[in-house]
Each structure stands twice: as C-alpha cells, then as structure tokens.
Nanobody, 120 residues
Framework: QVQLVESGGGSVQAGGSLRLSCAASGSPGVYCMGWFRQTPVKAREWVAEIEADGPTGYAYSVKGRFTISKDNAKNTLYLQMNNLKPEDTAMYYC???????????????WGQGTQVTVSS
C-alpha cells in the first residue's frame, strides 16, 4: 500500500506554467505512477503515466506541453505543465498501481488532489 499527497496546484494565466508534486510513502516495490484530472462537468481523464523503469505515456491533449517525471531518491512524482490553457482547469490527482502500467489506466492508490485553475 502506498500513500500519496499532491501539492503545487494554484491559479495561473493562460500560457503560464505550474509543477505539481506527489510525495509517496509506504510499501516498497515496482509501481506505475500517473496523473488524472477531473472537473464537475466532465469524467475523469487520464493525463500521463511513467513506468517504474522510465518510459512515459501522455494523453493527446497534453503531449508537448506536460512532462511526467519522478525522483526515486525523494520518493516524489512530478508533472511539469507548460503553456497552460483554460481547458486544463481541473482537480489533478496522482495515482500508483503495483507493477507495470495497465492499458486501461487503472490505478489502485490515489492522493487527495490539488486544484489547478487557468484563466484566459
């Protein structure tokens, strides 16, 4: 079991940048790590993921703008968000799943979320 705590959200104007962080603690092991986002009017959307050994994947809507990374020494996951758009406004959640990333983007462990608001 892994505990996850997100931070780094806030308000920014369109074109700006934010870096989200997710501090992980708990049982050691091999994990797929990822980010999702959700608003009151749209379903949860998968954003990005990173395998335990490094390969990454992104939703088409954020390719070229967002970068997922991790620092194993700090047990921290990051999401660097550049050229933010109003449609990026959402609650962002980090997740962890034991083993390799799944094709259905299932994650069994979640944090509490951090709000990102992008104004035009």
């Amino acid at each position: 079991q892994v505990q996850l705590v997100e931070s780094g959200g806030g308000s920014v104007q369109a074109g700006g940048s934010l870096r989200l962080s997710c501090a992980a603690s708990g049982s050691p092991g091999v994990y797929c790590m990822g980010w999702f986002r959700q608003t009151p009017v749209k379903a949860r959307e998968w954003v990005a993921e990173i395998e335990a050994d490094g390969p990454t994947g992104y939703a088409y809507s954020v390719k070229g703008r967002f970068t997922i990374s991790k620092d194993n020494a700090k047990n921290t996951l990051y999401l660097q968000m550049n050229n933010l758009k109003p449609e990026d406004t959402a609650m962002y959640y980090c997740g962890a799943e034991v083993g390799w990333c799944r094709s259905d983007h299932f994650f069994g462990n979640w944090g509490q979320g951090t709000q990102v608001t992008v104004s035009s």
